[in-house]
Protein backbone atom coordinates (compact mmCIF):
# COMPACT_ATOMS: atom_id res chain seq x y z
CA UNK A 1 0.00 0.00 0.00
CA UNK A 2 0.80 3.66 -0.73
CA UNK A 3 1.36 6.18 1.72
CA UNK A 4 -1.61 8.02 -0.02
CA UNK A 5 -3.49 4.59 0.82
CA UNK A 6 -2.66 4.49 4.59
CA UNK A 7 -3.51 7.91 4.75
CA UNK A 8 -6.61 7.67 3.15
CA UNK A 9 -7.76 4.83 5.18
CA UNK A 10 -6.85 6.23 8.40
CA UNK A 11 -9.00 9.27 7.82
CA UNK A 12 -12.12 6.91 5.99
CA UNK A 13 -11.77 4.33 9.16
CA UNK A 14 -11.73 7.20 11.54
CA UNK A 15 -15.21 8.68 9.88
CA UNK A 16 -16.81 5.69 9.57
CA UNK A 17 -15.92 5.11 13.65
CA UNK A 18 -18.41 7.35 14.03
CA UNK A 19 -21.23 5.93 12.26
CA UNK A 20 -19.96 2.00 14.20
CA UNK A 21 -20.04 4.16 17.83
CA UNK A 22 -23.45 5.50 16.39
CA UNK A 23 -24.88 1.69 15.89
CA UNK A 24 -22.90 0.20 19.09
CA UNK A 25 -25.18 2.42 21.25
CA UNK A 26 -28.55 0.49 20.26
CA UNK A 27 -26.98 -2.48 19.12
CA UNK A 28 -24.43 -2.97 22.04
CA UNK A 29 -25.95 -0.60 25.21
CA UNK A 30 -29.05 -1.17 24.82
CA UNK A 31 -29.39 -4.34 22.77
CA UNK A 32 -31.34 -2.90 19.74
CA UNK A 33 -31.17 -3.89 16.23
CA UNK A 34 -31.39 -0.20 15.09
CA UNK A 35 -31.74 -0.22 10.95
CA UNK A 36 -32.18 3.56 11.12
CA UNK A 37 -28.78 4.19 10.75
CA UNK A 38 -28.97 3.60 7.28
CA UNK A 39 -31.05 5.68 6.60
CA UNK A 40 -29.64 8.54 9.10
CA UNK A 41 -26.41 8.24 7.45
CA UNK A 42 -27.77 9.32 4.47
CA UNK A 43 -29.37 12.27 5.83
CA UNK A 44 -26.55 13.77 7.36
CA UNK A 45 -24.96 13.83 3.93
CA UNK A 46 -27.51 15.18 2.29
CA UNK A 47 -28.32 17.92 5.07
CA UNK A 48 -24.40 18.49 5.05
CA UNK A 49 -24.47 18.81 1.48
CA UNK A 50 -26.97 21.52 1.05
CA UNK A 51 -25.60 23.65 3.64
CA UNK A 52 -22.58 23.87 2.41
CA UNK A 53 -23.54 24.32 -1.00
CA UNK A 54 -25.02 27.41 0.37
CA UNK A 55 -22.04 28.33 2.19
CA UNK A 56 -22.81 27.37 5.58
CA UNK A 57 -20.39 24.03 5.89
CA UNK A 58 -20.18 24.29 10.20
CA UNK A 59 -24.04 24.94 10.48
CA UNK A 60 -24.71 22.16 7.93
CA UNK A 61 -23.04 19.46 9.98
CA UNK A 62 -25.31 20.45 13.24
CA UNK A 63 -28.02 20.78 11.67
CA UNK A 64 -27.12 17.23 10.47
CA UNK A 65 -26.54 16.09 13.83
CA UNK A 66 -29.95 17.47 14.72
CA UNK A 67 -31.75 15.95 12.14
CA UNK A 68 -30.19 12.31 12.77
CA UNK A 69 -31.09 12.71 16.71
CA UNK A 70 -34.69 13.41 15.31
CA UNK A 71 -35.22 10.16 13.57
CA UNK A 72 -33.69 8.39 15.92
CA UNK A 73 -36.73 9.44 18.10
CA UNK A 74 -39.20 8.41 16.12
CA UNK A 75 -37.64 5.26 16.13
CA UNK A 76 -38.00 5.31 19.19
CA UNK A 77 -41.27 6.45 20.06
CA UNK A 78 -42.81 3.67 17.14
CA UNK A 79 -40.76 1.56 19.05
CA UNK A 80 -41.77 1.94 22.95
CA UNK A 81 -45.61 4.15 22.61
CA UNK A 82 -46.48 1.89 20.18
CA UNK A 83 -44.89 -1.40 20.17
CA UNK A 84 -43.35 -1.88 17.43
CA UNK A 85 -40.46 -4.14 17.29
CA UNK A 86 -37.33 -2.40 17.39
CA UNK A 87 -36.22 -3.78 13.98
CA UNK A 88 -39.29 -2.64 12.04
CA UNK A 89 -39.47 0.14 13.89
CA UNK A 90 -35.99 1.09 12.05
CA UNK A 91 -36.53 -0.46 8.81
CA UNK A 92 -40.07 2.11 8.46
CA UNK A 93 -38.05 4.96 9.98
CA UNK A 94 -35.27 4.09 7.10
CA UNK A 95 -38.01 3.73 4.38
CA UNK A 96 -39.52 6.56 5.07
CA UNK A 97 -36.31 8.68 4.98
CA UNK A 98 -35.41 7.57 1.52
CA UNK A 99 -38.01 10.05 -0.04
CA UNK A 100 -37.58 12.69 2.97
CA UNK A 101 -34.15 12.60 1.52
CA UNK A 102 -35.19 13.16 -1.81
CA UNK A 103 -37.37 16.13 -0.83
CA UNK A 104 -34.47 17.76 1.24
CA UNK A 105 -32.36 17.36 -2.01
CA UNK A 106 -35.20 18.94 -4.34
CA UNK A 107 -35.25 15.83 -5.97
CA UNK A 108 -31.99 15.34 -7.13
CA UNK A 109 -30.27 11.70 -6.36
CA UNK A 110 -26.98 13.35 -5.74
CA UNK A 111 -25.59 17.15 -5.13
CA UNK A 112 -21.65 17.84 -5.63
CA UNK A 113 -19.86 20.16 -3.21
CA UNK A 114 -16.68 20.71 -6.07
CA UNK A 115 -15.66 24.12 -6.24
CA UNK A 116 -17.48 24.81 -2.30
CA UNK A 117 -16.23 25.45 0.88
CA UNK A 118 -15.93 22.33 3.55
CA UNK A 119 -14.74 22.34 7.25
CA UNK A 120 -11.83 20.97 5.32
CA UNK A 121 -10.95 23.54 2.81
CA UNK A 122 -11.43 25.89 5.55
CA UNK A 123 -9.11 24.85 7.88
CA UNK A 124 -6.64 24.16 5.26
CA UNK A 125 -6.43 27.60 5.11
CA UNK A 126 -4.24 27.89 7.61
CA UNK A 127 -2.80 24.51 8.05
CA UNK A 128 -1.57 24.28 3.96
CA UNK A 129 -2.00 20.36 3.93
CA UNK A 130 -4.29 19.07 3.00
CA UNK A 131 -3.86 15.02 3.92
CA UNK A 132 -3.00 16.52 7.47
CA UNK A 133 -5.87 18.67 7.75
CA UNK A 134 -8.01 16.07 7.02
CA UNK A 135 -6.28 13.36 9.69
CA UNK A 136 -6.67 16.20 12.68
CA UNK A 137 -10.00 17.51 11.90
CA UNK A 138 -11.59 14.25 11.30
CA UNK A 139 -9.48 12.51 14.80
CA UNK A 140 -10.49 15.49 16.48
CA UNK A 141 -14.27 14.92 15.76
CA UNK A 142 -14.24 11.30 17.10
CA UNK A 143 -11.93 12.12 19.72
CA UNK A 144 -13.60 15.18 21.15
CA UNK A 145 -17.51 12.46 20.74
CA UNK A 146 -16.11 9.59 22.40
CA UNK A 147 -14.81 11.68 25.35
CA UNK A 148 -18.45 12.94 25.87
CA UNK A 149 -20.11 10.07 25.45
CA UNK A 150 -17.54 8.33 27.89
CA UNK A 151 -18.40 10.70 30.11
CA UNK A 152 -22.05 10.67 29.72
CA UNK A 153 -22.38 6.94 29.84
CA UNK A 154 -20.93 7.32 33.36
CA UNK A 155 -23.47 9.98 34.37
CA UNK A 156 -26.79 8.71 36.00
CA UNK A 157 -28.78 9.05 32.82
CA UNK A 158 -25.91 7.43 31.21
CA UNK A 159 -25.90 4.25 33.64
CA UNK A 160 -29.70 4.19 33.11
CA UNK A 161 -29.95 3.56 29.98
CA UNK A 162 -26.82 1.06 30.24
CA UNK A 163 -29.12 -0.53 32.92
CA UNK A 164 -32.09 -0.01 30.83
CA UNK A 165 -30.64 -2.42 27.92
CA UNK A 166 -28.93 -5.10 30.59
CA UNK A 167 -32.20 -5.59 32.36
CA UNK A 168 -35.27 -3.12 31.47
CA UNK A 169 -37.72 -5.19 33.74
CA UNK A 170 -35.48 -4.49 36.87
CA UNK A 171 -34.99 -0.80 35.88
CA UNK A 172 -38.46 -0.38 35.56
CA UNK A 173 -39.25 -1.50 38.92
CA UNK A 174 -37.76 1.63 40.14
CA UNK A 175 -39.91 3.92 38.97
CA UNK A 176 -37.62 5.19 35.95
CA UNK A 177 -39.45 5.21 32.39
CA UNK A 178 -37.12 3.14 30.38
CA UNK A 179 -39.20 4.27 26.91
CA UNK A 180 -37.32 7.82 27.58
CA UNK A 181 -34.14 6.20 28.16
CA UNK A 182 -34.59 4.07 24.75
CA UNK A 183 -35.11 7.20 22.86
CA UNK A 184 -32.23 9.00 24.06
CA UNK A 185 -30.39 6.58 23.13
CA UNK A 186 -31.37 5.81 19.71
CA UNK A 187 -31.06 9.77 18.68
CA UNK A 188 -27.66 9.56 20.33
CA UNK A 189 -26.63 6.70 17.85
CA UNK A 190 -28.55 8.03 15.01
CA UNK A 191 -26.72 11.91 15.51
CA UNK A 192 -23.53 10.72 15.39
CA UNK A 193 -24.52 8.40 12.33
CA UNK A 194 -25.30 11.55 10.20
CA UNK A 195 -22.15 13.17 11.68
CA UNK A 196 -20.32 10.15 9.82
CA UNK A 197 -22.21 10.92 6.76
CA UNK A 198 -21.64 14.70 7.01
CA UNK A 199 -18.63 14.61 6.98
CA UNK A 200 -17.96 11.82 4.51
CA UNK A 201 -20.12 14.56 2.84
CA UNK A 202 -17.35 16.89 2.99
CA UNK A 203 -14.57 14.61 2.51
CA UNK A 204 -15.70 13.43 -0.71
CA UNK A 205 -17.65 16.61 -2.04
CA UNK A 206 -20.64 14.84 -2.94
CA UNK A 207 -23.60 13.55 -1.63
CA UNK A 208 -26.03 10.54 -3.23
CA UNK A 209 -29.31 9.59 -1.44
CA UNK A 210 -28.29 5.82 -2.13
CA UNK A 211 -25.10 6.00 -0.37
CA UNK A 212 -26.54 4.34 2.55
CA UNK A 213 -26.89 1.20 1.07
CA UNK A 214 -25.26 -1.43 2.73
CA UNK A 215 -23.79 1.25 5.68
CA UNK A 216 -24.96 -1.10 8.37
CA UNK A 217 -22.51 -3.38 7.69
CA UNK A 218 -19.51 -1.68 7.00
CA UNK A 219 -20.61 -0.27 10.82
CA UNK A 220 -21.32 -3.74 12.15
CA UNK A 221 -17.90 -5.13 10.88
CA UNK A 222 -15.99 -1.97 12.89
CA UNK A 223 -18.01 -3.34 16.08
CA UNK A 224 -17.39 -6.94 15.80
CA UNK A 225 -13.53 -6.36 14.84
CA UNK A 226 -12.63 -4.29 17.72
CA UNK A 227 -14.55 -6.92 20.23
CA UNK A 228 -12.22 -9.64 18.84
CA UNK A 229 -9.24 -7.86 19.21
CA UNK A 230 -10.27 -6.14 22.73
CA UNK A 231 -12.85 -8.01 23.96
CA UNK A 232 -16.24 -6.51 26.03
CA UNK A 233 -14.82 -4.19 28.45
CA UNK A 234 -16.86 -1.10 29.53
CA UNK A 235 -18.45 1.49 27.47
CA UNK A 236 -15.20 3.35 27.32
CA UNK A 237 -12.96 0.88 25.55
CA UNK A 238 -16.24 -0.51 23.56
CA UNK A 239 -16.25 2.74 21.64
CA UNK A 240 -12.19 2.92 21.58
CA UNK A 241 -12.17 -0.53 19.96
CA UNK A 242 -14.83 0.11 17.78
CA UNK A 243 -13.28 3.27 16.46
CA UNK A 244 -10.24 1.33 16.21
CA UNK A 245 -12.03 -2.13 14.33
CA UNK A 246 -13.16 0.94 11.37
CA UNK A 247 -9.72 2.02 10.90
CA UNK A 248 -8.78 -1.77 10.56
CA UNK A 249 -11.72 -3.06 8.44
CA UNK A 250 -10.80 0.29 5.98
CA UNK A 251 -7.43 -1.38 5.84
CA UNK A 252 -8.31 -4.81 5.00
CA UNK A 253 -11.21 -3.02 2.48
CA UNK A 254 -8.23 -1.12 0.81
CA UNK A 255 -5.89 -4.95 0.39
CA UNK A 256 -8.94 -6.71 -0.89
CA UNK A 257 -9.24 -3.94 -3.65
CA UNK A 258 -5.64 -3.38 -4.32
CA UNK A 259 -5.28 -7.18 -4.90
CA UNK A 260 -7.94 -7.11 -7.72
CA UNK A 261 -9.55 -10.37 -5.93
CA UNK A 262 -13.20 -8.81 -6.06
CA UNK A 263 -14.41 -6.42 -9.10
CA UNK A 264 -14.41 -2.95 -7.93
CA UNK A 265 -18.47 -3.78 -8.01
CA UNK A 266 -18.32 -6.20 -5.31
CA UNK A 267 -17.83 -3.66 -2.01
CA UNK A 268 -20.53 -4.62 -0.16
CA UNK A 269 -19.63 -8.66 -1.16
CA UNK A 270 -16.21 -7.48 0.52
CA UNK A 271 -18.01 -5.87 3.24
CA UNK A 272 -20.19 -9.17 4.12
CA UNK A 273 -16.99 -11.41 3.70
CA UNK A 274 -15.03 -8.96 6.32
CA UNK A 275 -18.16 -9.60 8.74
CA UNK A 276 -18.48 -13.30 8.76
CA UNK A 277 -14.87 -13.66 8.84
CA UNK A 278 -15.07 -11.92 12.21
CA UNK A 279 -18.30 -12.87 13.60
CA UNK A 280 -16.75 -16.70 12.90
CA UNK A 281 -13.06 -16.15 14.94
CA UNK A 282 -14.54 -16.09 18.04
CA UNK A 283 -16.46 -18.90 17.90
CA UNK A 284 -13.72 -20.58 16.59
CA UNK A 285 -11.33 -19.31 19.24
CA UNK A 286 -14.05 -20.46 21.61
CA UNK A 287 -14.33 -24.29 20.24
CA UNK A 288 -10.20 -24.12 20.31
CA UNK A 289 -10.23 -23.48 23.85
CA UNK A 290 -12.44 -26.28 24.47
CA UNK A 291 -11.11 -28.29 22.78
CA UNK A 292 -8.14 -27.82 24.79
CA UNK A 293 -9.44 -28.07 27.99
CA UNK A 294 -11.36 -31.57 26.70
CA UNK A 295 -7.71 -32.35 26.20
CA UNK A 296 -6.39 -31.46 29.24
CA UNK A 297 -8.90 -32.72 31.23
CA UNK A 298 -8.47 -36.42 29.41
CA UNK A 299 -4.83 -36.21 30.12
CA UNK A 300 -5.17 -35.26 34.32
CA UNK A 301 -8.01 -38.19 34.04
CA UNK A 302 -5.38 -40.37 32.44
CA UNK A 303 -3.21 -39.29 35.01
CA UNK A 304 -4.87 -39.52 38.17
CA UNK A 305 -5.96 -43.15 37.19
CA UNK A 306 -2.38 -44.25 36.85
CA UNK A 307 -1.49 -42.69 39.75
CA UNK A 308 -4.32 -44.40 41.41
CA UNK A 309 -3.66 -47.63 39.80
CA UNK A 310 0.00 -47.47 40.92
CA UNK A 311 -0.99 -46.42 44.31
CA UNK A 312 -3.84 -49.86 44.52
CA UNK A 313 -0.97 -52.01 43.40
CA UNK A 314 1.64 -51.10 45.84
CA UNK A 315 -0.67 -51.08 48.74
CA UNK A 316 -2.03 -54.81 47.15
CA UNK A 317 2.09 -55.79 47.62
CA UNK A 318 2.51 -53.85 50.82
CA UNK A 319 -0.10 -56.06 51.96
CA UNK A 320 0.77 -59.38 51.27
CA UNK A 321 4.45 -58.60 52.67
CA UNK A 322 2.48 -58.25 55.93
CA UNK A 323 0.33 -61.40 55.53
CA UNK A 324 3.68 -63.17 54.96
CA UNK A 325 5.04 -61.70 57.86
CA UNK A 326 2.60 -62.31 60.10
CA UNK A 327 2.02 -66.00 58.71
CA UNK A 328 6.05 -66.68 59.58
CA UNK A 329 5.53 -64.81 62.78
CA UNK A 330 2.93 -67.06 64.11
CA UNK A 331 4.92 -70.32 62.71
Aim: net charge positive; charged share 15%.
Amino acid sequence: MTVAQVISAIQLGLMYGLLAMGLYIPFRILDIADMTVQGTFTLGMIVAAIFAFNQKPFLGILIACLSGAIAGIVTGILHTKFNIASILSGILTMTGLYTINLLVAGGKANISLIGKETIFSLVNRFIKNEDITKTLVTFVFVLIVAVILSVFFHTRTGLTIRATGNNSAMVRHTSINTDNMIIIGLSLGNALAALSGALITHYNLFADVNSGSGILVVALAAIIIGETIFKRNGVTLGLISTVIGSVIYRFIFAIALKFDVLPSYSLNLISTIIVIIALMVPTIQVTKNRHHKKKMHKHLAHKWLEENTELASSNENKSQIDEKTNEKGEK
